[in-house]
C-alpha cells in the first residue's frame, strides 16, 4: 500500500503469523502490547503505514509495509492488499526497531513459503490467546453469528413443512440440523418439537430475542482472500472482517 491508499470501508481481514503472535508472547508485557494492537487497528484507516519496506541484500521485502508501535519500540512487519475489494493485513513479523534483525526473520518467512492459511490466524484468536478485549479494539463479540444455513438446507427445511421460512433463515446451520432432527423424532411430523429444539441451541449462549434482533440486520458478507470464507459480522461493522470458524 502507497501512502494515502485506504482499505474498501476502512475494512480489512487481518492475520499473523504463529512466530508474530510467538513473539509477542514471549517478549511483550501486557500494556506493551495493548499498544501494539492499537497500532494495528490504526492500519485499517492508515494501511501505508509508516514506509514500504525495499530490495536489501539479505532482506529483500519489497511490496511489504511496516509501522512502529509502543514509542518506536517494536517494528510491524505486514503486508497489506486490497483483494478483489476486499482489504487484507497479513502481520508477517513483529520485533525491536534496534537492528535489522525482525526484517531478516520476515525475509526468512516470506521466501521459505511457510506463509500459509495453516500458519495464519486470525485476529479475533490472536486476541484471545494474548487475552485482549475486542470490545476495546471496536470488536464486538455479539455482532456476529456462527455459519448461516445453506440455502438448500433452509429449502428442504421449508419444503417439509418442518418451520416457516422466514423463522428458518434466522437459523444458523447447527440450529436447523438439531431442529429438523427433532421434528421427526418421534416418528412423526412434530414442528413444535422443531421450533423447541432450534430455540433451546439458540439460547444455549444468549436470549433468543437479542439473538434474532441482531440476525435481522444484514450481514457483510465480504469474501476473506485469506481465509476462503464470507465475513459473517454486521454490514458496515468496524474494522476487521471476521470468517466463521
Given at each position: 500500500m502507497q501512502p494515502g491508499d485506504r482499505f474498501p470501508d476502512d475494512q480489512a481481514e487481518v492475520v499473523f503469523t504463529d512466530e508474530s503472535?510467538?513473539?509477542?508472547?514471549?517478549?511483550?508485557?501486557?500494556?506493551?502490547?495493548?499498544?501494539?494492537?492499537?497500532?494495528?487497528?490504526?492500519?485499517f484507516v492508515s494501511p501505508a503505514g509508516k514506509h514500504r519496506l525495499s530490495k536489501k541484500p539479505a532482506t529483500n521485502l519489497v511490496g511489504f509495509n511496516t509501522v512502529e508501535a509502543c514509542r518506536r519500540d517494536y517494528r510491524?512487519?505486514?503486508?497489506?492488499?486490497?483483494?478483489?475489494?476486499?482489504?487484507?493485513?497479513?502481520?508477517?513479523?513483529?520485533?525491536?526497531?534496534?537492528?535489522?534483525?525482525?526484517c531478516a526473520e520476515a525475509?526468512?518467512?516470506?521466501?521459505?513459503?511457510?506463509?500459509?492459511?495453516?500458519?495464519?490466524?486470525?485476529?479475533?484468536?490472536?486476541?484471545?490467546?494474548?487475552g485482549e478485549t475486542k470490545g476495546r479494539l471496536g470488536l464486538e463479540e455479539w455482532d456476529y453469528v456462527e455459519e448461516a444455513a445453506p440455502e438448500g438446507l433452509v429449502k428442504a427445511a421449508v419444503a417439509a413443512d418442518i418451520l416457516d421460512e422466514e423463522f428458518a433463515r434466522l437459523l444458523t446451520?447447527?440450529?436447523?440440523?438439531?431442529?429438523?432432527e427433532a421434528a421427526w423424532a418421534s416418528g412423526t411430523?412434530?414442528?413444535?418439537?422443531?421450533?423447541?429444539?432450534?430455540?433451546?441451541?439458540?439460547?444455549s449462549s444468549a436470549t433468543p430475542e437479542r439473538v434474532f434482533a441482531s440476525r435481522r440486520d444484514d450481514r457483510c458478507g465480504a469474501l476473506l482472500p485469506l481465509a476462503k470464507k464470507t465475513c459473517i459480522r454486521k454490514k458496515g461493522h468496524a474494522g476487521a472482517h471476521r470468517g466463521h470458524r
Amino acid at each position: 500500500m502507497q501512502p494515502g491508499d485506504r482499505f474498501p470501508d476502512d475494512q480489512a481481514e487481518v492475520v499473523f503469523t504463529d512466530e508474530s503472535i510467538e513473539w509477542l508472547i514471549a517478549n511483550v508485557n501486557a500494556s506493551d502490547r495493548e499498544e501494539v494492537f492499537d497500532t494495528i487497528v490504526g492500519l485499517f484507516v492508515s494501511p501505508a503505514g509508516k514506509h514500504r519496506l525495499s530490495k536489501k541484500p539479505a532482506t529483500n521485502l519489497v511490496g511489504f509495509n511496516t509501522v512502529e508501535a509502543c514509542r518506536r519500540d517494536y517494528r510491524i512487519i505486514y503486508r497489506a492488499k486490497t483483494q478483489k475489494d476486499v482489504g487484507t493485513v497479513e502481520i508477517i513479523t513483529i520485533g525491536l526497531r534496534r537492528d535489522d534483525e525482525v526484517c531478516a526473520e520476515a525475509h526468512d518467512l516470506v521466501h521459505s513459503g511457510k506463509l500459509t492459511p495453516d500458519e495464519q490466524t486470525q485476529i479475533w484468536d490472536a486476541l484471545q490467546i494474548l487475552g485482549e478485549t475486542k470490545g476495546r479494539l471496536g470488536l464486538e463479540e455479539w455482532d456476529y453469528v456462527e455459519e448461516a444455513a445453506p440455502e438448500g438446507l433452509v429449502k428442504a427445511a421449508v419444503a417439509a413443512d418442518i418451520l416457516d421460512e422466514e423463522f428458518a433463515r434466522l437459523l444458523t446451520k447447527s440450529e436447523l440440523t438439531v431442529a429438523m432432527e427433532a421434528a421427526w423424532a418421534s416418528g412423526t411430523l412434530d414442528r413444535q418439537a422443531a421450533m423447541v429444539a432450534a430455540m433451546k441451541r439458540v439460547a444455549s449462549s444468549a436470549t433468543p430475542e437479542r439473538v434474532f434482533a441482531s440476525r435481522r440486520d444484514d450481514r457483510c458478507g465480504a469474501l476473506l482472500p485469506l481465509a476462503k470464507k464470507t465475513c459473517i459480522r454486521k454490514k458496515g461493522h468496524a474494522g476487521a472482517h471476521r470468517g466463521h470458524r
